[in-house]
């Protein structure tokens, strides 16, 4: 870390050095992002107080396209079903770049305590259920609403044209069956119905804030950032009969405590770890309706992780084969599911190392970067896919408190601290107005 690191000839310092010069002339930002603080915040708290699950973020986007409107910016609507894009045209010319938040909440009941807490229930495939922003994804349309203001109100300082891309259903849809293979949605759905094309994006930036780690900091990594992200469910049928007498039937529940180690093999014994690593967990596994009855047939759902791309793949090729054959070991049938929710999630590492000024301006003396990959999945994974990508991380827990103890993203009692806001919008901002000139230094790379 503390060593050069080349790009495109240039060493790092020298990367620097030029960004203190762009700074110099960005120094407004940071008065327009003070001016809008506080409306980003009280839109934060709004959404929070409100979610919706995904593929259900009516009220969500209308809120978002109604702001964008006012700004002055081409919007479009019901992309990828929910999602609101908006465009922005600079008063100089120069490149196509999006900027991305997701919108939906999660089936999590709230238990932070907050003034602005949700009370809110809705319907997700059927069952009620209670919903929550238990993963920040109210901050990330908040940010994203006050760069969009801050820079619409400064369009003549912009080179080029900004996309901001309002995603649904990150997590998942309420209107879709975790095991739907057939139906697309979130980045997939918002890529499916032109979000990159028009105009033609050339590059892609998020931002996700994170629980246990503090307040106004940035946190990056090239290459490898998040893990991928596959969902399975198996079902093993036997024959059910008397608990008294399991030779009389064919046990389902013991082929699948079998197929469960064998699942574990595919790791520890079948993959290349040097290349990485790769995690299967069984999370659910239900049979049976009395003690003393073997049941007809077991289902077990569970995740596939992995940083690595060969690894994903080499796991989605071997396990069929294995879990096929120990269930006929134990003479029953088995039926495997996969349903790939995202790729591993990859920073482009030209594009990476460009922005490290822009970082490096919204969070002076705050931008660290990670030693490894982090383990969730995030399906921004597609985006930068198909462009160069750079996803980072920002600290949601106020400094003074101990980052070991701070709930994780997803738990009931998961908390952004409002402070830390500015700094996300900040960040969006310098993306914008970083790369055109970073992007001169080496287009060929960008």
């Given at each position: 870390m503390r060593s050069a690191i080349h790009f495109l000839g240039f060493t790092l310092l020298g990367t620097l050095a030029a960004g203190i010069c762009q700074a110099n002339e960005t120094r407004w930002v940071d008065d327009a992002v003070a001016a809008v603080n506080t409306q980003v915040i009280d839109w934060r708290h709004d959404i929070h107080q409100h979610p919706e699950l995904g593929n259900m973020e009516v009220k969500t986007s209308a809120l978002v396209a109604t702001q964008l409107r006012s700004y002055g910016l081409h919007v479009r609507t019901h992309v990828g079903k929910t999602g609101v894009v908006g465009v922005l045209e600079g008063g100089k010319p120069g490149p196509v770049v999006a900027l991305r938040a997701d919108?939906?909440?999660?089936?999590?009941?709230?238990?932070?305590?907050?003034?602005?807490?949700?009370?809110?229930?809705?319907?997700?495939?059927?069952?009620?259920?209670?919903?929550?922003?238990?993963?920040?994804?109210?901050?990330?349309?908040?940010?994203?609403?006050?760069?969009?203001?801050?820079?619409?109100e400064h369009k003549d300082q912009i080179e080029g044209t900004v996309v901001f891309l309002f995603q649904p259903a990150e997590e998942g849809a309420a209107d879709v069956d975790d095991m739907d293979a057939r139906t697309v949605i979130g980045a997939q759905a918002m890529i499916r119905d032109g979000a990159l094309d028009a105009p033609k994006v050339e590059a892609i930036f998020g931002i996700h804030v994170m629980g246990g780690y503090p307040t106004g900091h940035l946190f990056y990594k090239s290459g490898t950032v998040l893990n991928s992200s596959d969902t399975f469910k198996i079902t093993v049928n036997g024959k059910q009969t008397h608990g008294s007498a399991p030779w009389s039937g064919i046990d389902p529940v013991v082929a699948s405590q079998g197929i469960v180690s064998g699942l574990q093999t595919l790791v520890s014994r079948r993959i290349d770890l040097t290349k990485g690593m790769g995690v299967i967990s069984v999370g659910t596994i239900n049979g049976g309706s009395a003690s003393n009855i073997i049941p007809e047939t077991v289902e077990m759902t569970g995740t596939i992780r992995t940083n690595n791309a060969s690894i994903r793949q080499s796991i989605l090729e071997k396990m069929p084969p294995l879990v096929s054959g120990i269930?006929?070991?134990?003479?029953?049938?088995?039926?495997?599911?996969?349903?790939?929710?995202?790729?591993?999630?990859?920073?482009?590492?030209?594009?990476?190392?460009?922005?490290?000024?822009a970082l490096m301006q919204a969070a002076p003396g705050k931008v660290e970067r990670l030693d490894s990959s982090l383990s969730p999945s995030e399906d921004f994974s597609y985006y930068a896919q198909k462009v160069p990508g750079l996803f980072v991380f920002l600290g949601a827990t106020p400094a003074d408190q101990d980052m070991q103890k701070a709930p994780n993203n997803h738990s009931p009692y998961f908390t952004v601290d409002d402070a830390t806001l500015a700094t996300g919008v900040k960040a969006h901002v310098q993306f914008v107005l970083n790369y055109p000139h970073r992007r001169s230094l080496g287009s060929a790379a960008l």
């Open positions: 919108m939906d909440a999660l089936p999590v009941k709230e238990m932070t305590g907050l003034a602005f807490a949700s009370e809110v229930e809705a319907v997700r495939m059927g069952k009620t259920v209670p919903v929550m922003h238990a993963c920040g994804h109210d901050t990330h349309i908040a940010m994203l609403l006050g760069a969009a203001k801050v820079l619409a269930a006929g070991a134990y003479e029953t049938q088995s039926v495997l599911q996969v349903v790939h929710h995202a790729p591993v999630t990859v920073n482009d590492p030209a594009l990476t190392e460009a922005m490290l000024p």
